[in-house]
């Protein structure tokens, strides 16, 4: 038996990517890819709660004073490896603006040694913050998203270090392989309510820690290793987590974005 389909009815996709009235959660909200998904996503109507580590707490002030309308941002202290921490954090986002509606997972850790010389400290460090950090987040933003009952949106930001093998990235490269077998199953379970679960996985992103740490001949040799011949910056970064904070990405879910300039094509 067939089924008639009215191939000529829309979706309804908003061409101008508006996320008027939708609220946005972005751990490590401090950081320069978190700061370019900030200003896009503020830019487009988003309420923003930027939830940030207790050591980036000198830059709250001038932070929030990049945004016009204060009532529209909220940054909060939250130390994502500690599930107390990010549960009363999202109590408070959600008692400051009633729900969620996205959660863009910024918060990361990445120290780079030979995996012969790896401390055991050093890996827990990369889990706890990469992967454990970010299931607490989605967890809860997942809580809050199907008891309103309203779907969302769950954008996790990897690496290419996940699908690639670098030198000296044994901890980060695994942590952050994780997260795309996480958000896989995420998307899997969150769908029957509306949820997208998906993954941004840049190259070497011009942020000034991703700067310094390339800087010199290693960033020029690894640059002759990507096809379009640079390195990404915070705002093309920033532009793929606005799409897929978008009514234009609702089918899409379980998917990795790879922004690495082609490097995979080699």
Same mark, same amino acid.
């Given at each position: ?27 490590g ?9 900030n ?10 709660a930027?939830?940030?580590p207790?050591?980036?707490a000198p830059?709250?002030?001038?932070t ?22 990010v549960r ?35 890996w ?21 998203m ?16 996940? !699908? /690639?093998a +670098?030198?000296?990235?044994? =901890?980060? @490269? ?7 077998? *996480?958000? %896989? ?17 840049? !190259? /070497?992103? +011009?942020?000034?820690?991703? =700067?310094? @740490? ?7 040799? *690894?640059? %002759? ?42």
């Amino acid at each position: 038996m067939s089924t008639d389909y009215d191939v000529n009815l829309k979706y309804g996709v908003d061409p101008n990517e508006s996320l008027e009235g939708k609220v946005a959660v972005v751990t490590g909200g401090f950081g320069g890819i978190a700061m370019a998904s900030n200003r896009l996503m503020y830019q487009k109507g988003a309420k923003l709660a930027l939830l940030y580590p207790p050591f980036e707490a000198p830059k709250k002030e001038a932070t929030l004073k990049e945004f016009g309308d204060q009532s529209r941002v909220v940054a909060i202290e939250c130390d994502v490896t500690s599930a107390d921490s990010v549960r009363k954090a999202f109590a408070e986002v959600k008692a400051k603006f009633g729900t969620v509606d996205i959660l863009v997972t910024c918060a990361g850790y990445v120290m780079l040694q030979p995996m012969l010389e790896t401390e055991l400290k050093e890996w827990e460090t990369h889990m706890a913050v990469n992967l454990t950090g970010t299931f607490l987040s989605a967890q809860e933003a997942a809580r809050i998203m199907t008891a309103d009952k309203h779907g969302g949106k769950i954008i996790f930001i990897a690496s290419q270090a996940a !699908t /690639v093998a +670098l030198d000296n990235h044994v =901890a980060y @490269a695994t942590s952050k392989a994780g997260v795309l077998g *996480m958000s %896989k199953v995420m998307s899997k379970e969150l769908a029957p309510y509306g949820i997208c679960v998906n993954t941004i996985s840049p !190259t /070497v992103v +011009l942020t000034p820690m991703g =700067a310094k @740490a390339w800087d010199g001949q290693k960033g020029e040799d *690894m640059k %002759k290793m990507i096809p379009m011949g640079r390195f990404a910056y915070t705002d093309e970064i920033g532009a793929a987590v606005l799409f897929l904070a978008s009514n234009g990405s609702d089918m899409i879910t379980g998917v990795d974005i790879l922004i690495d300039g082609g490097y995979q094509v080699w």
